[in-house]
């Protein structure tokens, strides 16, 4: 009897961590269907997931300088408190943020790979909070200048 109470404490928490992810991209959506709805380009599909508290989410993300990059970010709750940054292929931070969700502006300087990083610091859950991101991008506009006769 023990263990059947022990699955259905696991089974629980996968249901309440899947509800917090599926809640997130519901959130995310709202904002992808428009953005889309008016032309704008969203790079693959969104991403999502789960966290905890303390926990660090590291995605590589592919970016091309050639581009500029917004990255749309949405958790699960308006009451969870999350740092998010972008590292470039360097290592330096480009950009951050915080909150419960946030756009994040990307003009790389190189193509490479860069790290979309998130910190969880509060939960509205105590010991999770669920995320979704989407990525978009649009060329980006020359910056030469015409040659001087």
Do not use: C, K
């Amino acid at each position: 009897m023990h263990s059947n109470m022990v699955l259905l404490l696991v089974l629980a928490a996968a249901a309440l961590s899947s509800g917090m992810e599926e809640t997130a991209l519901d959130r995310l959506q709202l904002t992808t269907d428009r953005l889309i709805a008016v032309g704008e380009d969203m790079v693959g599909e969104p991403i999502s997931g789960t966290m905890g508290p303390g926990d660090t989410v590291d995605v590589a993300v592919a970016l091309d300088s050639a581009y500029s990059y917004h990255i749309y970010i949405w958790t699960n709750s308006m009451f969870n408190l999350v740092d998010f940054w972008v590292r470039d292929p360097s290592g330096e931070v480009t950009e951050m943020a915080e909150g419960d969700r946030t756009t994040l502006s990307l003009y790389p300087d190189t193509t490479g790979e860069y790290r979309l990083m998130m910190t969880l610091h509060q939960a509205e859950e105590a010991d999770s909070a669920g995320y979704a991101a989407a990525l978009f991008h649009r060329p980006r506009m020359s910056t030469a200048t015409p040659e001087a006769d």
